[in-house]
């Protein structure tokens, strides 16, 4: 009746073969992020690399959006849901976030939204469900529906669908979803590709506008990593540890996200093994000569 606990697998690289020929475009687009909660990231347990390749993917193209002036729009589900309005859910998965601590309804911290997103309350699988996500989409002149978040064959595929009955476009971004397993996202994946709209990958959408040229050098690291730093905790050294300096996770997650447009592809991992500005500028240098 419950929610499973979560194993990490591999992101589906397989991606299904679209019906379609549509092509995201920025003046039309809505960016989803779909149920990205801590109450449903939690049945992934701590330490997940399916996670954090989510997380980083989302981050990115939260960040795209922004830049491309593309509204952003979250789902979440409330912690007061009376038994008339959770209906058949109960039935399916039990009363989930209504017997929640409170604190697990939040958006998780390095996705939090800022004043401009937009903030739905989820009350069944498809976002447009008691919603006025149509609405809002028809009068910001948008007929295209990025979709990222959890879980891949349930509430994303299920808005899909609802979209493309809807005459808005979707668009599955395949890395930037997650699931119960990889093959049932894998199953959203071909269901949306064959029958409602259109699979991506989030380098396929960032590729396919122009990104701003930033000179990657040493003192470009630099002026990203200070104002993450502790206030008066002075300038590190190259060898400096940064996390005596006051960096923590949730900053090193938005990080991964902001260079993921820039073609520099890290994980968490990657950062954590040496976290001081010469070793993070060593690894970026890599990343620039593969």
């Given at each position: 009746m419950s929610i499973p606990a979560i194993s990490a697998y591999e992101m589906p690289t397989d991606l299904p073969q679209n019906r379609v020929q549509w092509q995201p475009d920025p003046a039309r687009a809505v960016l989803l992020i779909h149920d990205m909660q801590d109450y449903f990231l939690r049945y992934y347990g701590s330490d997940s690399a399916l996670v954090d390749k989510l997380l980083a993917n989302l981050i990115a193209l939260r960040n795209w959006a922004r830049e491309n002036r593309v509204p952003v729009v979250y789902t979440a589900q409330p912690t007061e849901q009376s038994d008339a309005e959770r209906a058949l859910l109960n039935d399916m998965w039990g009363p989930g976030l209504t017997t929640a601590d409170p604190d697990q309804a939040a958006i998780v911290g390095p996705l939090a939204p800022e004043k401009n997103d937009t903030m739905l309350v989820k009350?069944?699988?498809?976002?447009?469900?008691?919603?006025?996500?149509?609405?809002?989409?028809?009068?910001?002149?948008?007929?295209?529906?990025?979709?990222?978040?959890?879980?891949?064959?349930?509430?994303?595929?299920?808005?899909?669908?609802?979209?493309?009955?809807?005459?808005?476009?979707?668009?599955?971004?395949?890395?930037?979803?997650?699931?119960?397993?990889?093959?049932?996202?894998?199953?959203?994946?071909?269901?949306?590709?064959?029958?409602?709209?259109?699979?991506?990958?989030?380098?396929?959408?960032?590729?396919?506008?122009?990104?701003?040229?930033?000179?990657?050098?040493?003192?470009?690291?630099?002026?990203?990593?200070?104002?993450?730093?502790?206030?008066?905790?002075?300038?590190?050294?190259?060898?400096?540890?940064?996390?005596?300096?006051?960096?923590?996770?949730?900053?090193?997650?938005?990080?991964?996200?902001?260079?993921?447009?820039?073609?520099?592809?890290?994980?968490f991992e990657d950062l954590a093994r040496e976290p001081t500005l010469q070793g993070w500028w060593e690894l970026i240098e890599q990343k620039q000569e593969a």
């Open positions: 009350w069944r699988y498809s976002a447009f469900q008691r919603s006025p996500l149509q609405t809002l989409m028809h009068d910001w002149g948008r007929d295209q529906l990025l979709i990222g978040g959890v879980y891949a064959h349930i509430g994303c595929m299920t808005t899909a669908l609802d979209a493309f009955m809807r005459d808005i476009q979707p668009f599955m971004i395949a890395d930037a979803l997650a699931d119960f397993s990889r093959g049932e996202h894998q199953q959203a994946l071909d269901f949306v590709a064959g029958r409602c709209g259109a699979v991506i990958t989030t380098g396929q959408l960032l590729r396919s506008n122009t990104i701003p040229n930033h000179a990657l050098d040493y003192h470009w690291l630099t002026a990203q990593i200070l104002p993450l730093l502790e206030e008066g905790a002075g300038e590190p050294e190259a060898d400096d540890n940064l996390i005596d300096y006051g960096l923590d996770s949730v900053q090193v997650m938005q990080l991964i996200g902001q260079w993921q447009p820039l073609g520099i592809h890290l994980t």
